[in-house]
Each structure stands twice: as structure tokens, then as C-alpha cells.
């Protein structure tokens, strides 16, 4: 028993490492050097500096320009951790190597959770330079004690938004495209997320549709970090960021087995 249990954990850190390294280079594409860069430091500041002008021109003051530039900040992690996750059922299908991926005896928690590794570490390089922009262009205001909390409250984001994007991967695996799947919840986020305004101004049934999204949560931990909140209710936030990491991946798991089946029933699998 002892020597099966070794044998399992070995196949599975093997898949996960080998499919960590080769799906950046086959569907995800995160290996180009141009895409990197334009992800991490192009699409932050782009983001950043529109919606602060649409606050100013509003009429927005400087700490609404702050509050929405720091929203930006964090919403930028989900190009690579929704939209380019998403994706990758796309790129599967469009290669001809999703019907060999899903017949192969290959662990498939290693498969799914393989692929989250790089745009986890984008998503975390993403949202960092996103605050440094935040901090040096528009004004907010963070403190070297915050750094840690702030951190912590970065990283639960990055992994709750990108099991959020093997979710929806999931669901797009028995849809024709996911690229109105990923835009759809990439833009609701903006919405829906308090990232250019407060969740409050909202009508009470879209908060409720708001506090569904991961972002949510995890952009309401960095706010409070950067505010300087005390750990007490940090620790509530980031057991909510944690609990929708947690729901997020589970599901990506339990959806990519119900539609894995729907898909080989109905032969979507191979339709692109």
C-alpha cells in the first residue's frame, strides 16, 4: 500500500511539474517575452491612467483617482488569471490535443492544477507592479508596516483568481469558445468588484452578485491592508479570499469532470 501511495505521489508531481513548464509554452503562450512584459508592465499603467481619467473628468477628486487607481491595480491580475486560463480550453482544442489530453491516464489534478502555476506567478508580478504604479503615479499612500499584510492579501488573490479561471476553463470545455466566456467575467469584474467604486453604490441583488466573484474579496484585503486595518479584520478577509480560492479550484474540478462527459457525449471536445 505504502509503495503504491509513493508511486501516486510521484506520477502526480511529475505531471504537474511537466505540465507546469509545457503548457506556458503550447497554449498558454506566457513564455514569449513580449507578452510578459506587456501583461506585468503595459496593461496596468494603460488601465490605470484610463480609468483615472474618466474619474477626473467626472469630476472625481484626488482620492477618488486614488481609490480607483488602486482598483485597477488589482483588477489587471485578471487578464492572465481569468482571460488567458480560460483560454487555454481554446488553444486545446484548436491544436487537436484536448481529445489526447483527456483520454490520457494522467493525474488530472496534476493537469489542472499544473497549468494555474504560471499565471499564478504572472498574476502576482502583475498586480505588484500594478501598486508600484499606484503608489508612485497616482498617490496612494502605502506604508512600509502594511508591506506584509499587503503581501499576504496579494498572493490569496492571485491564487483565488486564477482557480476562478480553470473554473470557467471548465465550463468552456463544452461551449464552442471561451473568448466571450473569459470577457464577459473579466469585464463583469470591473463592475461588480468595487474596483472603480464602492460595492455599497450598487443595487442590493448585483452586491450579492458581486460578492461572488473572488476579486472581491481579495481586492477588499488589499484595501484594508493598505488602510492600515488591524489584523483582526485582515483574518476575516483572507478566510473569505481563501474559502473562494478553495470553492474555485474544487469546482474546476468537479465542472471539467461533468463536462469532460457532456463533451465526449455530444462531441463539443472537438469543436472549435
Not at 33 to 56: E, K, N, R, S
Not at 177 to 190: P, R, Y
Not at 196 to 204: G, I, R, V
Not at 214 to 223: E, F, K, N, S, Y
Request: one cysteine or more; proline letters at 4%; hydrophobic letters at 55%.
Amino acid at each position: 500500500m505504502s509503495s503504491a501511495l509513493a508511486a501516486y505521489r510521484t506520477s502526480f508531481w511529475r505531471t504537474f511539474w511537466r505540465n507546469a513548464l509545457m503548457a506556458p509554452r503550447t497554449s498558454l503562450g506566457f513564455m514569449r517575452v513580449d507578452f510578459i512584459l506587456g501583461t506585468v508592465f503595459v496593461v496596468p499603467l494603460t488601465q490605470m491612467v484610463f480609468f483615472a481619467f474618466v474619474v477626473q473628468l467626472g469630476g472625481g477628486g484626488a482620492s477618488e483617482i486614488a481609490y480607483t487607481a488602486l482598483g485597477n491595480a488589482v483588477a489587471t491580475v485578471t487578464y492572465s488569471s481569468i482571460f488567458s486560463v480560460c483560454q487555454t480550453t481554446d488553444s486545446e482544442k484548436s491544436q487537436g490535443t484536448m481529445e489526447h489530453l483527456l483520454v490520457s491516464p494522467a493525474n488530472r489534478l496534476a493537469l489542472y492544477f499544473g497549468r494555474g502555476l504560471i499565471p499564478i506567478l504572472i498574476s502576482l508580478a502583475t498586480v505588484a507592479v500594478g501598486l508600484v504604479y499606484a503608489s508612485v503615479l497616482f498617490g496612494v499612500s502605502i506604508a512600509a508596516a502594511s508591506i506584509p499584510e499587503l503581501a499576504v492579501s496579494v498572493v490569496l488573490t492571485a491564487f483565488a483568481m486564477v482557480g476562478f479561471g480553470l473554473l470557467l476553463g471548465g465550463v468552456a470545455l463544452y461551449l464552442r469558445t471561451s473568448i466571450i466566456l473569459g470577457n464577459i467575467f473579466l469585464f463583469a469584474g470591473l463592475l461588480l468588484s468595487g474596483v472603480n467604486f464602492p460595492l455599497s453604490q450598487l443595487p442590493l441583488p448585483l452586491q450579492w452578485a458581486g460578492d461572488a466573484f473572488p476579486l472581491t474579496w481579495g481586492l477588499a484585503a488589499i484595501r484594508a491592508a493598505v488602510s492600515g486595518e488591524p489584523l483582526s479584520s485582515l483574518l476575516v478577509l483572507w478566510g473569505a479570499v481563501a474559502l473562494s480560492a478553495i470553492l474555485a479550484f474544487s469546482a474546476a474540478i468537479g465542472l471539467w469532470t461533468v463536462f469532460e462527459r457532456r463533451a465526449l457525449a455530444t462531441g463539443s471536445i472537438a469543436r472549435f
